[in-house]
Each structure stands twice: as structure tokens, then as C-alpha cells.
């Protein structure tokens, strides 16, 4: 793992959307908007409909979700959602 980054897999029902090596993502969570960067305590939460943007090799990337999960530990971030 890279210094300073997360490991993100984003997940369907239907497929992998994303995994790879990250420097943020952030997600909209029941309380509002959140992000996760290297180091973050970990956390399990309810995601609502939105997106997720993260960055990823210097590129901003957004995914659209209408309600999900997200789970955080350890520098790993794994996020299922539906769309």
C-alpha cells in the first residue's frame, strides 16, 4: 500500500466498480457528508442516496448509489451499494 493511501472496493449486487489505492473518498452518510482519509478510526455507517467521490492516481472520480453500506478498518474501506 502506497504511503498516505486506502484501500477502496466498491461493490454492486451486480459487480466490482471499484478497487484500487486511493487518497479520499467521500461518502454521504445519514449525518451528512463524510471522508475518510489515511489513518480514519474505524467505522461501519448506513450510506444514502448520493455519491461517492474519491481519488485515485491524481484523477477525481464519481460514482452515483441510492443507499449502501460502508465499513472502514485498517486503511481498507469496503462500500456496498445499489444504484
Aim: aromatic share 8%; glycine share 8%; net charge neutral.
Amino acid at each position: 500500500m502506497g504511503k498516505d493511501n486506502i484501500q477502496l472496493t466498491i461493490v454492486s449486487p451486480e459487480k466490482v466498480l471499484f478497487e484500487g489505492l486511493v487518497r479520499y473518498v467521500q461518502m454521504p452518510g445519514v449525518m451528512g457528508l463524510f471522508s475518510v482519509l489515511y489513518e480514519h478510526a474505524p467505522l461501519l455507517t448506513n450510506l444514502i442516496s448520493g455519491e461517492i467521490k474519491f481519488k485515485s492516481n491524481g484523477v477525481t472520480q464519481k460514482i452515483p448509489l441510492q443507499s449502501g453500506f460502508v465499513s472502514v478498518s485498517n486503511n481498507q474501506v469496503s462500500v456496498c451499494i445499489e444504484q
